[in-house]
């Protein structure tokens, strides 16, 4: 498995592709604006088939291109149910951000949940729900690859913000802690935003949530 890292969209929003060229198999986790321009080539490049769109979250920027996506390659769109509004109905987003984004509403084809396991590439996704800074903020934690993808939940020496609608930054620690920090420290986190970290790091540096047991 290839794990492709595409900043996209007018915030350099992070999409990542996730490709086994040997299953000819690709997932997307997220969409943000205008990233099919980067993925149409990495597909054509490993011989792989767009199968599904990922969703860590809701909020616009993770979900600008999500309808173009399904359209054009026919992904099936998973996310959970907590941000149902926010990815099928956009335009409340647009109401507490004050400005229009024209955002197209995507639906979701299936609901993932805390625990689940999603099986693609070849390997096992564990599902996390990791909310705070959004209610349906999940994690993909794929083991062998020592590797979570978290959407904004954890950053590099920071945290999602959570002063949004809906955010709760008491939620958001704990959502941290409970979630995030009991994944092995080697484990690599791969944000919506800025650079790559791990657990170890973060529980050890990261100055809005520390851990419990340092």
Excluded at 87 to 92: A, H, K
Excluded at 114 to 138: I, M, S, T, Y
Aim: contains cysteine; hydrophobic residues 40%.
């Amino acid at each position: 498995m290839k794990i492709h890292v595409l900043p996209s969209g007018p915030i350099q929003t992070i999409g990542y592709l996730l490709t086994n060229a040997q299953l000819g198999e690709a997932v997307l986790v997220d969409a943000p604006g205008d990233i099919m321009v980067k993925v149409r080539p990495l597909l054509a490049k490993e011989g792989c088939v767009l199968k599904e769109l990922w969703l860590t979250h809701g909020h616009w920027d993770h979900m600008q291109d999500a309808a173009a996506v399904k359209k054009e390659t026919g992904a099936l769109v998973r996310a959970h149910r907590a941000d149902q509004p926010l990815i099928e109905t956009p335009e409340i987003m647009e109401g507490f951000m004050g400005e229009r984004l024209g955002l197209v509403g995507v639906k979701v084809d299936a609901w993932i949940a805390q625990d689940d396991v999603l099986k693609a590439l070849g390997r096992d996704f564990e599902v996390r729900h990791v909310p705070g800074h959004c209610p349906g903020n999940v994690l993909f934690y794929e083991a062998r690859a020592r590797t979570a993808l978290v959407g904004d939940a954890l950053f590099n020496r920071g945290i999602g913000r959570w002063d949004f609608p809906e955010g709760n930054f008491d939620q958001l620690a704990r959502s941290i802690r409970e979630q995030i920090y009991t994944l092995p420290d080697e484990t690599v986190v791969l944000p919506g935003h800025g650079p790559r970290t791990t657990v170890g790091d973060e529980k050890e540096n990261n100055p809005y949530v520390a851990a419990i047991n340092r």
